[in-house]
């Protein structure tokens, strides 16, 4: 059954706000090591940082007919994220539907497929973490859904979580977590920030964490 | 047999700069979709745009030899396009080889392999789209053929065809197509146009193509 | 047995800084195309060329805990290279780590794995080449080696050997043959230049290197 | 935080005998095309069909330990269904694992990673569904959970799902929608037993189907 | 535009049934080395072999439409051969419609994308040689062309040219080469023949083939 | 320089023997978990086990030259081993080399690379370990070299290793450690069959191995 939901929960703005600033690599350690997108997925140009709610979209391969459909449900603040149903990189999304997306107040999208038109999406400063920058035409022919959950790049990511992305890659934070990601996020920066200084100045993470005797231990040889 | 095709038939030069000015993605749309090199097909670098005749060369792996002759054959505003015949990544083609088509009036090359010296390769701005990035050395022992069609990323292109490429990867045009394909693109890009202009006022897709209905017949349900 | 060797050989400086002004292609040529690794193994900002001398580092899948043990190894003008011991593509090192190990004077990193932080990294201008960017964290549980030879992306490479590394990808060159590589390398640079000028004057690669005659005798067909 | 899921929900197991009979093609198009597992999870010999309720375990890259957690949760009837948190293809599991695995009433093994013993396992008819064959070694340092939802090969499973494997891969049906997609399956085949007979006997598909008309709606053209 | 080209140019029966005999090294060494469908194209049983005129398909991603019409071309002795027209692994093909291609005369199935139900075709002895099995269904919402050219896995095929096919992979034969061709792999059969029996009585190939002062002369050296 | 050495260290034959007993897994495990191939080291046909002495060969891509000279430096026990100097895939070897190397003793092949002829060598029982299965023919115009140290599918080999090699994959042995690895493999044998009697009798790994106070340690929940 294919269905459009158009009401879905979105976690608080101002907490998405302070998990762009934390950034994906930072996200996703301080909640435990998972949410992570597949490497494969890279951004179109380098420098763009966001979290945003998520639309959610699941599409036939080579048919990009419900991303007309998802724009609709865009809120401002939101990105779209599509993973197909069945591996395909072909370019479901150009400078057409990022105008129309922008026009919504969609902060970038996510697709685990192609995308294409990317100069004009790089002058336009339209973020896309995809998988694949290519050219092939797509149809309207199938439906998909909208706002129900997806594996997108091997990570389960239902509508409204928040997706967080930068050059690292794309993390995907549960919404109802989202607040106690960000705090011990933010912690995680102020106490890496005392390490920085530390590390800069020549101390070794072997004596800064206090390792010397646990490698003993484990039989490490120095030779 | 091994053969150099020497006189071969190219569009007019006109018709192929009007194809570079529409660019890959809208080209592949205005000719039916079909034509696209694979995806793995990636500029060295972003920005350069083109359309030129294509000198075609079939390649063992690992033998560059044929690029030397390739490139006696160049006029003016043509593209070097290589397929070896197996899968190779080594890097046949460097900034000498560059240099020396470039004085011959060559605008680049697709080379379904790999290409060495890219940092050269971009402060000269001579543009190449490859399978691979590689260093590897290559022999002179072993022929190929110049001016033969062949099957380069997936795409059959035969000498003469017109090569289209930008950030998008690489589309080729039959060259007896060109004209009528350039003109479609033409008018794909005007009326695109307008639509862009619709859809960043905030217009749907949805009701600029008229698609509600159809969405409902095929059984989309909003909830 | 996990071991850490202290005291290794390291080519003279000035040899490796001749390398780095070689680059790799033409190193890679003037010790007889061998030493290249893998065509994955990609930059994660273009511009940087670099030589120095490897601390290799033998890690388990996921796991950086031999990271810290390596940087306290570094001596000013070394580059960490790392090899897991399965494939693996989680994001090994960051900013933190590129922190302590530029305070060592360490010169870059060669991965045959993920990193993370990349932005930061560019920004420090604190070179990588890797498989993968990956923001995947990583723990510190199980023993590796640090300098003992390793094959890091199908390249063999001890303790000490020079690291060449740009664009095109990263080379090894052995400590013990650096001095006669770099003679060789410097007079293909210079070979190169005349030859340069010539085909940028137009002269064909045919002809200074005299092919047509064995082209001929091999059996082209010009037609 | 690790954790294991000691009292897990499992569909009927008639139901899951029955989706055994169906297969894997047959039970995906009856819940609507959705479920597969990514393609690359081939059997390690042919010729093996199950059904299954998963016990699912979340394992860091290299680490085997939760195998032998996992094993003690096992039910007569039960399948071991591995994701790696991240990529990995060691082999985590052989046949110790297997036999005691089997002791347990295991019915086989689904795994987004590596296998070894696979000639000890076939010969015990123990069927395994893996990413690769590999021998690499495994640690066993790292905890990781047992019977918590996972995301292998690209599908979402939750402790206690059906899974269907057979030559054509693998497959997921929600526990709570195991009867109604049994009865699909079981009413799909034995529509396709009429329409093969028709086809054996030459019937076209374009006739049983009646497609003629609406393919030449679409503009098919017969030359 | 959508066509069903309905007559097509066959080579002679009795010269594919020759080139069968020969099998696909032969064939590929006979015409000069060219014409071999990428090396991910395997078989899904081993021990086939034959040779067929391919019916050409050209299928949009996820769409096995054409396959219908496409039986409907086949004469006895014919060989489907599908190529989507972006990349796909989908399972376009099964056991019905192995059945039903059968009952015209088919001799087997190449596919650049997905097969399904293998268990069944292995059984019923209808080889398949594609790039993935794969139980994911397809839709029949848009056209592609039956019987013009395409490129699959590489190769470029047009309707009628000789598809030769074993454990090795695939060839294309072209339809006006085919005696030609075969009578060049009879004769290089006949003359392994003899070298097989020197060979197999311990004569060098370094003897037989006169190697050894070419080997000199390009510099080999034995130490 | 290209050289053949040709008189190279073995183990011995008895301790190679053991070896094979043992099979990959273990013996790469009774080595420390070093010295596989990669994964995509595949066998042609099942059921292959052997240990043997390397000839190794250096080639340049699609160039089986080597073969030739090395099959002249085989002694019965003796396995080939081929490196490519770049990734390549072509069909380097077929029946009329195995019938070859089989006269002199060979007991088979590992290759990083492809062969063809699988259906003959396979009825020959002639065993192959490749990367590909493909009909790419080479040429024999540049030399390469027989017995050097290589790198084959990221494993480093020396002339006179050990090869084991298995349905599991392939793994390298340092000829001077064999007797030494032979003892621990057969005393990891040993200690497993007391283990796979107590696991086939349904007793757990958690208490065989006595792993539950370190796992709670460690932090793990039951729930």
């Known amino acids: 059954m294919s269905v459009v939901v158009q009401n879905i929960e979105r976690a608080d703005q101002s907490v998405i706000d302070r998990l762009a600033v934390c950034g994906v690599a930072t996200v996703h350690e301080a909640q435990g090591r998972k949410g992570l997108l597949a490497s494969y997925m890279r951004p179109i140009y380098t420098g763009a940082r966001l979290a945003a709610s998520a639309i959610t979209i699941s599409a036939p391969p080579g048919d990009n007919w419900m991303l007309h459909v998802a724009i609709e449900q865009i809120r401002p603040g939101d990105i779209l994220l599509l993973a197909p149903t069945s591996p395909c990189e072909d370019g479901y999304f150009g400078d057409l539907l990022a105008t129309s997306?922008?026009?919504?107040?969609?902060?970038?999208?996510?697709?685990?497929?192609?995308?294409?038109?990317?100069?004009?999406?790089?002058?336009?400063?339209?973020?896309?973490?995809?998988?694949?920058?290519?050219?092939?035409?797509?149809?309207?022919?199938?439906?998909?859904?909208?706002?129900?959950?997806?594996?997108?790049?091997?990570?389960?990511?239902?509508?409204?979580d928040v997706i967080v992305a930068d050059d690292d890659?794309?993390?995907?934070?549960?919404?109802?977590?989202?607040?106690?990601?960000?705090?011990?996020?933010?912690?995680r920066m102020a106490a890496e920030d005392d390490k920085r200084k530390r590390l800069a100045a020549g101390e070794l993470g072997l004596d800064i964490y206090d390792m010397r005797g646990r490698l003993a231990e484990k039989g490490l040889k120095y030779i």
Not at 169 to 187: D, N, P, S, Y
């Open 169 to 187: 890659g794309v993390c995907v934070v549960l919404r109802e977590e989202a607040e106690a990601v960000a705090k011990k996020a933010e912690a």
């Open 101 to 160: 997306a922008s026009a919504r107040g969609c902060r970038g999208l996510v697709i685990d497929a192609g995308v294409r038109d990317v100069a004009d999406l790089t002058a336009m400063r339209f973020p896309v973490w995809s998988r694949a920058v290519f050219a092939q035409g797509t149809v309207k022919e199938t439906l998909g859904s909208v706002n129900v959950p997806v594996v997108c790049a091997g990570a389960y990511v239902r509508p409204g």
